[in-house]
């Protein structure tokens, strides 16, 4: 009886505890590898459509479906093997692939593939794609470009008709108002499709590493990602992270959030308030108030997620599994699920406490 | 009549001319050419066309406007037929037993296909030179709206809700999906190169889409084609059906159940060296059946040929599966017939031969049970619901034949409204279409320039030893002025081109006769070029195309150093047609040529026609300076920027 009575406390004090911790979202995380059956464990970008997940890697395109992966390289038509980058037509249903040789379209298992040799894409490294409408928008290693393909016009961006005073291009995003690039030591461009216009956002403190003053701007120059969800322009950087509402700034930094590193690959805004954060040093995600950080321990690599309040109090959250790996290259989400491009394998995040 | 005068009126009966335009009435809509012509004896080598070859060219007169049937549907009570008459631009309504033209309908120009709504009470139509879909009331028989869609639309379908039209667009190689009310255009679906012709599984599960021309491939590989499935649910494209070896495919039909499909096709042989005909050297006719019935899953698939091995039947274009399913029905567009084919024997037969038989001429004697003698260009059938006749659009006969299928006879044959009088020019597009004057009547003009056109492919025809001389195939379009002929320029005019040249080494049989060679000039030299997509009306141009047409013309380069004058664009490329009509070594030449000296090709419509240079190396318009172009012969172009060449290309595309 007095056991029965002990466990009933030790479990009420328990509750109690994790009660004041912020409810983040708790992931079983299923792990894939060469071992069972992904091209290559270096997955750069991960993009799921309905019940399909596409995995672009180091070595080839897989997709995931039916429980069974299927491989697609420069056999196949694919651009080249090292796949850096993917995005949707939600329309046609058609896949894009930025790749280390070109510009890949996957339209029903034919492949058709653009390079700078025989289109009119700026330049073969491409690290970021998008779809807007009819339009395909391509950050490359030589600027940014947009193929119309009702008319297959390309159109070219780079520092001859935009701000744009670095031309390496990291990410784009697209929609029918506003396209940003992020630009790699050249701030974040933004295009105002209605009026052809294009600004530029930089680091108030130029190209150093200091920030002298919060929320002044964009976190630093070197920008990695973008990502424009409700009006909310996200940004990635590898000196921090910024949220910017077309008025206002807000920076993330390991100081003051529960950033796990300010070395940021990519930023994926859920809505106005929710963003995940792929580092180098874990996944994380923030609700618009706290943090929750999710990788393999950089101490032991065993599973850790850690949850931060608003008041910069972390509680480790006991799990039993983590990403594949702690370098985190992308994201994306299967209803309430999400799955993981890692350095080291691909994951799949099982949603635990949907309700 | 003395000889003095019979030889002038048929001169006189000859006569046609270049291009103006026919007065516009809903049924007349088409831009008409006029056509310059003389007959008699050709000297065939006087170099000067339009001097020597058409002395009477002043003499134009209009040409006639016949009605071009290509496509037919059935009201359902059986009681109207709906005949798409491409040539006139209408739709001509036919009360379906008696054959007698109640309506015509203006519907634009140059339509090639049309559907009907599923409760029938209206008619889409694409007119493919509009750029749009007539819609027709079929309670008044009158056009109600035009919507614009994409390039050339070729065909149309509905899906079974009403809801949703898909419009194949043959220029831009995809599938426009409409909103069936409005005709608002929601989105392209990627499909093959040229989508031509679409079918709607009878339970609307599946729209399946052919193409005239194939996916561009590597060079000199064998021709890959597709079958583009989409879902009509969710308006995507679920599958591509592979159809290995074949270029130039037309109908496909799916038997009421689904569980069989049809496609007829060209099989081209273009990568051997054109040797001799015989044997189906050159092209194959035939059919791919595919479907569960076949044996092998949804996904099999199996070539099967038409021809004999002496006989060959050429352009397979219409096909119908009877309601019971027992027999295949193919237009054989050159050879003037439709072929009968036994669904049962067809079955056993592939079963028997598991490995595939696509080679073999002696086997159509297994399971094609009849050939019907229809009239001249047949495309379009069209079963009558019971399965009891067969409708047969006979293009350049205008008119429709009906085949009773029980004694596959022709019944009777409907005559269009149009004229009854036969032109020079429409003998000269019967020949075009023929292969009557081919050994054993392989290959007519039209097998290689699809619809007046081209084919997309690389060829090794030149009687200069194998795998020497691969050449390119050029495209048609207004091609009069642009003497000389063939890619070593070695041709003077077009009845050198098509007469010896064509005889010898193409038809490897019978002469034209001097009238049947000046008919055919003629009807090649009034080919028009199809309206040009990339052109802004009123001759403007985009930003990109006006930098792209100072790239084309500038005397500097970037680094202010002059230009050549020959080693600019706009030298060799010059005048409305886009070429001096000389020939240059623009350094392009190979070991597989014998000389790096080409005629300079017309840019008509050159963002049509890839691939590009003188055997097709180059895939794209960009290939031709990124890879091909390394010490500047073909233009000084190494210096461009990379906005500036695709600045250039802009500018090429309105050529």
Known sequence: MKKRLLCWLLSLTATAAIAQIPKMPLFRFENFTVANGLPDNHVYAVLVDRDRVWAGTENGLGLYENKHWKVYGTADGLAHRAVLSLALDQRTGDLWAGTMGGLSRISAGRIDSYTQLNSGLSNNVVYGVAVEGDNVWVATAAGGCRLNTRTGEWTLYNDHNTPMSEIWTYNVTATPEKVYYAVWGSGVLELNQKTGRWDKY????????????????????????????DNILWIGTYMGDSRYDGRYWHNFLM???????????LVKGVDATHAWFCTDKGLAYYD?????????????????????DAAGKVTRIAVTTAPAHNYVLGIDFQGKDIWVATAKGLSHGVRLNAK | MSRHLWISARILALLVAVYAVRSVSPVHAVARPIVAVSSGTINRNERSEASQEYPNEARAIPVEQYASPVEMLMSPNGARLYVLCQESGEIQVLDAFSGRVLKRIGVGRVPRGFTLSPNADKLYVASSWDDHVAVIDTQRLQVIATWKVGAEPTSIAVDHSGTQLFVANRISNDVAVLNAKTGSEQRRLEAGRGASYLTMATDGSRLLVT?????????????????????????????????????????V?????????????????????LAHVEHGWIFGDSITVFGTDIGKGIHGSVEVPLDELD??????????????????????????????????????????????????????????????????????????????????????????SVVNTSTERVEKTFPLDGPKTISALRKGERIFYSARYSFQGQIACTNCHIDSTFDGLTWDLEPDGFGIGIVDNRMLEDIRNTAPYKWNGSNPNIPTECGIRTEKYFWRSQNYNDRQLADLTLYIRSIPARPNRWRLPHGQMTSAQERGRALFVRSKDNFGN???????????????????????????????????????????NIALTAPYLHDGSARSLEEIWTLYNPADRHGRTNDLTKDQLNDLIEYLKTR
């Not at chain 2, 989409?230 to 995507?236: E, R, V």
Request: aromatic residues 8%.
């Open chain 1, 202 to 229: 930089d680091d108030p403190d130029g190209e150093n590493e200091l920030v002298l003053f919060k929320d002044q701007g964009l976190v630093h120059e070197i920008v990695t990602s973008v990502s424009y969800v």
């Open chain 1, 255 to 265: 100081k003051d959030s529960g950033l796990p590193s300010n070395f940021t690959n």
């Open chain 1, 288 to 308: 618009g108030v706290n943090w929750a950080v999710y990788r393999p321990s950089l101490k032991d690599g065993r599973p850790e997620m850690t949850v931060r």
């Open chain 2, 211 to 251: 193409h005239v021309y194939p996916n561009l491939g590597e060079y000199r590989t064998v021709p890959e084609s597709e079958i583009t499935v989409i879902d009509p649910h969710n308006a995507h494209v679920v599958e591509r059906m592979p159809l290995h070896s074949i270029a130039g495919a037309f109908h």
């Open chain 2, 253 to 273: 039909a799916l038997s009421n159940d689904g569980h069989l499909g049809v496609v007829a096709h060209l099989h081209p042989k273009n990568l051997v060296p």
């Open chain 2, 311 to 400: 006989r060959y039947f050429s352009y397979p274009f219409g096909v119908a599966i009877a309601p019971d399913k027992r027999h295949i029905y193919v237009t054989n567009a050159g050879a003037d017939v439709v072929t009968v084919v036994d669904v049962s024997k067809l079955l056993a037969y592939i079963h028997a031969h598991p490995g595939g038989f696509a080679q073999n001429l002696g086997a159509s004697a297994h399971y094609v049970t009849a050939r019907i003698a229809v009239g001249a260009n047949p495309r379009g059938v069209l079963l009558s619901r019971d399965g009891r006749h067969l409708y047969v659009a006979n293009r350049l006969d205008d008119t429709v």
């Open chain 2, 562 to 604: 002059p230009i050549a004058e020959k080693n600019r664009c706009v030298y060799c490329h010059s005048g409305p047609m886009g070429t001096n009509q000389t020939s240059f070594d623009v350094g392009t030449g190979k070991r597989t040529d014998l000389s790096g000296v080409f005629d300079t090709p017309q840019l008509t």
